[in-house]
């Protein structure tokens, strides 16, 4: 039996804030993955408060531009943010505090970027469908209406999968191995609305922190255009987004630790290795049923030889 745990929201937030004043004492992974990300946007050209209205003339902003063009640029930045943003939440919580361990790609770290790629992809895919379906002029055709319906049906049911089964990325980030879903999906059953509460209160509460933090900064640069302002408005820009990434690793991993019982996966690999042990027994004991039909079969030949030359002695002997 699987000893339950509490899965209250109050409890979720305590475990989601503890961890988080975990990864903020490693405080130089917070720093290194800032000053990078800060570095790779000033070089591409995507700064975030800069290079817009009224600083749009800036030496630095038209140096950038000048070198690089919009899509490359563009390109540059993703492909980094990407990177700094999987390994991010890989480091901060196996307390990776070194410069190098940043481009250190080790297993690990590039399964755990895989799937969370995997899943933070096919969750999201559900949003801009939904936008793209929105947007789109309406088709006179009801056979094509009624297909892009039960596409977004699809995606909209994906996600809502992805998020009741949201506790696989604490445990793969944990135990770097895949969990089972189907498991998951068994132990939130009655404690989805959990799930979902939290993860909206979440959502809301970092996006008005971020937000604020945004219209913070614009108008610091509005009102001193100047390049160390720009740098430093970049630079707490960038802490903010692993902010949010922070407090999101921080909530998988409560849910993880709040909603799956301490012998989940002692149980898992009880269960595989029990399978194991059957299927062996099973296989030992048809193997030595056939061994014991070959002997019962080699014996009854040999006690039909025996009989037929005893009967061959018997005759010459008459």
């Not at 209160?201 to 219209?215: H, K, P």
């Amino acid at each position: 039996m699987l000893k339950e745990r509490k899965f209250t929201i109050l409890n979720v937030f305590d475990t989601t804030i503890g961890y988080l004043w975990k990864f903020c004492l490693a405080w130089k992974v917070w720093v290194i993955y800032t000053l990078v990300l800060t570095a790779v946007g000033a070089l591409s050209g995507n700064w975030t408060h800069t290079c817009k209205d009224a600083l749009y003339d800036s030496w630095w902003c038209v140096n950038v531009s000048s070198v690089f063009s919009g899509y490359v640029r563009i390109i540059i930045y993703f492909i980094a943010a990407f990177f700094l943003v999987f390994a991010f939440c890989f480091d901060i919580y196996h307390g990776n505090a070194k410069f190098l361990s940043l481009f250190s790609v080790t297993d690990k770290k590039l399964k755990f970027m895989g799937f969370a790629i995997g899943l933070c992809s096919a969750f999201f895919a559900f949003l801009a469908i939904g936008a793209w379906l929105v947007f789109r002029k309406a088709n006179p055709d009801w056979l094509v209406e009624f297909g892009f319906f039960l596409i977004v049906f699809t995606f909209s049911t994906l996600a809502v999968l992805i998020l009741r089964t949201s506790a696989s990325l604490g445990l793969f980030l944990q135990n770097g191995k895949i969990p089972n879903f189907k498991q998951l999906f068994n132990l939130t059953h009655g404690k989805f609305y959990v799930v979902l509460l939290t993860f909206c209160i979440i959502t809301y509460a970092v996006n008005i922190l971020q937000m604020n933090i945004m219209r913070s900064l614009e108008v610091l640069n509005m009102q001193k255009p100047v390049f160390y302002v720009a740098i430093l408005s970049e630079f707490f820009s960038s802490l903010a987004k692993f902010f949010v990434l922070a407090v999101y690793t921080a909530y998988f991993l409560a849910l993880a630790k709040c909603l799956v019982p301490e012998d989940f996966i002692e149980s898992a690999e009880a269960e595989k290795n029990m399978k194991c042990a059957k299927i062996k027994k099973e296989n030992v004991k048809e193997i030595s049923k056939k061994s014991k039909r070959k002997s019962e079969k080699n014996t009854g030949k040999v006690s039909k030889k025996a009989a037929n030359s005893n009967r061959k002695i018997k005759n010459k002997t008459k």
